[in-house]
């Protein structure tokens, strides 16, 4: 069947955009703050800037060039570029879209939710008791399905129309909203005990390799790698973008966010003596101690957290989008369905997809331990491999961004023995730990 001409990005910085909107999302305020507070403060933010950098940055980049050299969704490109016995990789990228957007939406349904209550009614209340009520049930679906309908709404608008128009609109007030909610933190009376215990810097702590797998999932997680949501991105680009510095204009930003929001969240949760609520329970930081400190505030507090939960869901829609184009664009290239009908037939089975999460919160921890960790580190070992030893001109396409730098033998050199090692350390740690969530299921 001929099909229309790939759609392409508007501009660099639209391209820029929807790969940070991408990038930035729960992962930089939810699952930040608690992986940091779990593993050793600031000892542990600087590791993870250190696998940012030699991982996540030479993984990213690796996305890019199999998408813009392939011009083709996941499932098309590694075919492509190389030959069938490629695709599987492709299929499990598809894969982990489709099961990362599942429970990502329910999470999101509660960041509706919960933008809604501080607006109409305020946190007054048992905050643990609270979100018992909300996270699973009928509420959550409720809210899941109506988050799920705006995220395919903008995907149905297609790239330009839909993904980059949104970006554009979306991303620069999320800057403001969290540089504002941080400074504001700042003005708290505890604010400083939030600080110490961000900055605390429990260098013993990193030099165990959990705490490294920590760092390197969370890289992965933050900047939506591993599983061709950068690719699929990529594969909308013009021949000349110069792609290492977008992918550290990216990179950069998307740490920037997440640490900004530790100056955030660490103050909001100090000032009001919740810390045991961090500890005590990984979802609860956000949406147990943060609600609380919200409730103290009193009608102001109303207003902080609304803007709060709304930062939050900015940042989960423009993920969400993402997470959904990964499998549209598969559909669209493999099938070669409209948009249409495969945004609203991919976006239905997922929402369908994400009710076990809605039911159960073990579900949703088990869906997370399998498909936002184990699967993407596979992912990311597949294309480091694929990019690292199968792929020809690699290098040549990193070039034609009008760039010749001596970084580029490298990156190459890295991807082939550096970043595959590094990885299976990490697959290991993600692998039992997940193994443990199954279990816990389970009762065993
Ligand atoms: N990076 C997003 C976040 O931090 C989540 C996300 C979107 C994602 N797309 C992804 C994670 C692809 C892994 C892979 O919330």
Redesign the pocket.
């Known amino acids: 069947m001929a099909q229309a001409p790939r759609e392409q990005w508007g501009s660099g910085l639209g391209f820029v955009l929807a790969a940070v909107g991408?990038?930035?999302?729960?992962?930089?305020m939810w699952?930040f703050s608690y992986v940091t507070a779990e593993n050793g403060g600031a000892a542990f933010v600087l590791l993870y800037f250190a696998m940012l950098l030699f991982i996540g940055l030479p993984i990213m980049l690796s996305e890019f060039v199999v998408g813009r050299a392939s011009r083709k969704s996941p499932m098309q490109a590694f075919q492509d570029l190389a030959d069938s016995r490629w695709k599987p990789l492709g299929a499990l990228f598809v894969a982990?879209?489709f099961l990362?957007l599942a429970y990502?939406g329910v999470i999101a349904g509660w960041v509706v939710r919960f933008a809604g209550m501080s607006l109409l009614t305020g946190f007054e209340g048992d905050a643990g008791e609270r979100f018992m009520a909300i996270s699973t049930g009928p509420d959550a679906i409720l809210f899941q399905v109506l988050f799920m309908g705006v995220t395919i709404a903008i995907v149905l608008g297609g790239i330009k129309k839909g993904i980059e128009r949104t970006s554009l609109l979306l991303m620069p007030l999320l800057f403001v909203l969290v540089v504002g909610l941080a400074l504001y933190a700042w003005t708290l009376p505890g604010a400083a005990e939030g600080y110490r215990f961000y900055f605390q810097t429990d260098f013993a702590s990193i030099l165990d390799l959990s705490v490294l797998s920590a760092a390197a999932g969370q890289a992965?997680?933050?900047?939506?790698?591993?599983?061709g949501?950068m690719l699929t991105y990529a594969s909308y680009l013009g021949r000349t973008d110069n792609l290492p510095r977008q992918s550290a204009q990216i990179a950069l930003i998307d740490f920037a966010v997440a640490f900004i929001a530790g100056l955030m969240v660490f103050p909001f949760i100090f000032s009001f003596g919740l810390q045991d609520a961090v500890s005590a329970s990984t979802v609860g930081a956000l949406f147990i101690a943060v609600p609380q400190a919200f409730a103290a505030l009193g009608t102001l507090g109303q207003v902080i957290g609304f803007l709060f939960f709304l930062a939050l869901l900015v940042?989960?829609l423009t993920?969400?989008i993402?997470?959904l184009e990964v499998v549209v664009s598969s559909l669209i290239d493999t099938l070669g369905w409209t948009r249409k009908k495969a945004t609203l037939l991919a976006g239905g089975a997922i929402t369908l997809f994400g009710l076990p999460a809605a039911i159960t919160l073990d579900g949703l921890s088990v869906m997370d331990a399998i498909a936002?960790d184990v699967f993407?580190v596979v992912g990311s070992l597949g294309i480091a491999l694929f990019v690292g030893w199968r792929m020809k001109d690699a290098e040549d396409e990193l070039r034609r961004g009008g760039l010749d730098f001596g970084w580029i033998p490298v990156w190459r050199f890295s991807l082939k023995f550096i970043v595959p090692p590094l990885l299976l350390v990490v697959l290991w740690y993600s692998v039992n730990n997940a193994i443990g969530e199954v279990r816990g299921l389970f009762g065993g």
């Open positions: 991408s990038a930035v999302g729960l992962g930089n699952r982990s879209g990362i990502y992965f997680f933050s900047l939506s790698l591993g599983m949501a940042g989960a993920s969400a993402s997470l936002g993407l």
